[in-house]
């Protein structure tokens, strides 16, 4: 039987379906997207390599201010899961094809963070243009943008192709 990854509350506000540290046996996407990025500083890390242009370790620390031990272990989880890649002849982390389609995920955490935690200091915008980017939801057939309210989540048909949604 397939278990599904959405949290279900019980009439005293538990959450009976919450998940562990891993997640073997889910058949979702967004469980085992939380196995590689859901730690704090993983994100820090990603944000720091695409925005900051930071690349050396001693650059991350310094960055983030994080204990070089736990720093050490982000950095090699980050590199075995294919998110970053290591150079060692120049001392260099670089974000992989995979690290660099986080971007939405940095974008859209941090939209929701200036809504509902704390304002921030940076706007996302396109470099050609200046102008403001925004992490949306748009069909994918017809470009357009959909409301929140009107999304909603099912089980995929075995016959539609979404592409990598996976």
């Known amino acids: 039987m397939m278990q599904v990854c959405l949290l279900r509350a019980t009439q005293w506000g538990r959450y009976p379906d919450v998940l562990g540290r891993t997640y073997p046996g889910q058949n979702c996407a967004l469980a085992r997207a939380l196995e590689l990025i859901g730690e704090r ?60 389609d986080l971007l939405v995920v940095a974008i859209a955490a941090t939209e929701w963070g200036e809504r509902w935690a704390a304002l921030g200091p940076i706007d996302f915008v396109d470099r050609s243009t200046g102008r403001m980017v925004t992490a949306a939801l748009i069909d994918k057939d017809s470009g357009k943008p959909v409301e929140n309210g009107l999304v909603e989540a099912r089980p995929r048909d075995a016959d539609l192709d979404l592409g990598d949604a996976s």
């Open 41 to 100: 500083w993983t994100m820090l890390i990603i944000r720091d390599a695409r925005f900051r242009g930071v690349k050396r370790f001693g650059e991350f620390q310094k960055s983030l201010g994080v204990a070089t031990n736990i720093l050490t272990k982000r950095l090699d989880h980050l590199v075995e899961q294919g998110l970053m890649s290591f150079d060692p002849p120049t001392g260099e982390y670089r974000l992989t094809e995979s690290g660099h």
